[in-house]
């Protein structure tokens, strides 16, 4: 896949060739968790930003590649409420939902009836799974969430999608950052394999952070971590 066969979203892509939105790292219940005394809006949040890239994109389906959830033990009612608005609202805009199983979704099977799997291949041969460990399945290519990435840039963090043309067994990979607004992101400027949780990564040097600028409706590529290290 080269850059031109996807197209990024506000925290997510587009894969024309497979008609497929995907996103990652929803960690629904995040808020929930969070021990705070001011409504996050969690749940609307992410339906309004699910909403506008519906609206974008058209996709006739959307994976959410893993840490669908953020609780590992319990899913409690109100984040049950959220994950079938998800789904509902994937259905409701003409898109198959397809859930990925992250290190965080260990209750999943037991509270959705949308279709989880490890990992999910798509019709072109690209893999969808969530990257904290080796792929579920062979592909052309590999989507994948986990490590959060962000971009900073004159003291401002931006999430962005890594991309590495050739980064596992010689295949692209796409890393995208996380849905949820609720997580701080890892920055990666300065960041080498090592630093990173995924097998899918084990050189981080030619992997480049892509950033969508939604205001100014622009897609910023940069080039890749190896070179910015020297500028960031």
């Known amino acids: 896949m080269s850059a031109s066969e996807f197209v990024?979203?506000?925290?997510?892509?587009?894969?024309?060739?497979?008609?497929?939105l995907v996103v990652a790292?929803?960690?629904?219940?995040?808020?929930?968790?969070?021990?705070?005394?001011?409504?996050?809006?969690?749940?609307?949040?992410?339906?309004?930003?699910?909403d506008a890239l519906f609206d974008r994109f058209d996709p006739g389906t959307v994976v959410v590649a893993g840490d669908v959830l953020h609780r590992f033990d319990a899913v409690p009612v109100p984040v049950r409420e959220s994950l079938d608005a998800v789904v509902t609202a994937v259905r409701d805009a003409?898109?198959?939902?397809?859930?990925?199983?992250?290190?965080?979704?260990?209750?999943?099977?037991?509270?959705?009836?949308?279709?989880?799997?490890?990992?999910?291949?798509?019709?072109?041969?690209?893999?969808?799974?969530?990257?904290?460990?080796?792929?579920?399945?062979?592909?052309?290519?590999?989507v994948v969430g986990h490590d959060h990435p962000v971009l900073e840039v004159e003291g401002q963090r931006h999430p962005c999608l890594l991309y590495g043309p050739a980064a596992y067994d010689g295949d692209p990979v796409l890393m995208l950052p996380p849905f949820t607004t609720l997580a701080p992101g890892v920055v990666v400027n300065g960041m080498r394999a090592r630093d990173f949780d995924s097998p899918l990564v084990p050189r981080a040097g030619g992997f480049h952070p892509v950033v969508r600028d939604s205001d100014a409706d622009e897609t910023l590529r940069f080039p890749p971590l190896g070179e910015l290290r020297r500028v960031l």
């Open 8 to 20: 990024v979203g506000d925290r997510g892509v587009y894969l024309p060739a497979d008609d497929a």
């Open 25 to 50: 790292d929803l960690h629904l219940g995040r808020a929930h968790a969070s021990n705070v005394d001011f409504p996050l809006n969690e749940r609307q949040d992410t339906l309004d930003r699910l």
């Open 94 to 142: 003409g898109a198959e939902p397809v859930l990925v199983r992250g290190n965080h979704d260990r209750q999943l099977d037991r509270v959705t009836d949308a279709p989880v799997h490890d990992a999910h291949r798509l019709g072109s041969g690209t893999v969808v799974c969530h990257g904290h460990e080796e792929p579920a399945a062979t592909g052309d290519c590999y």
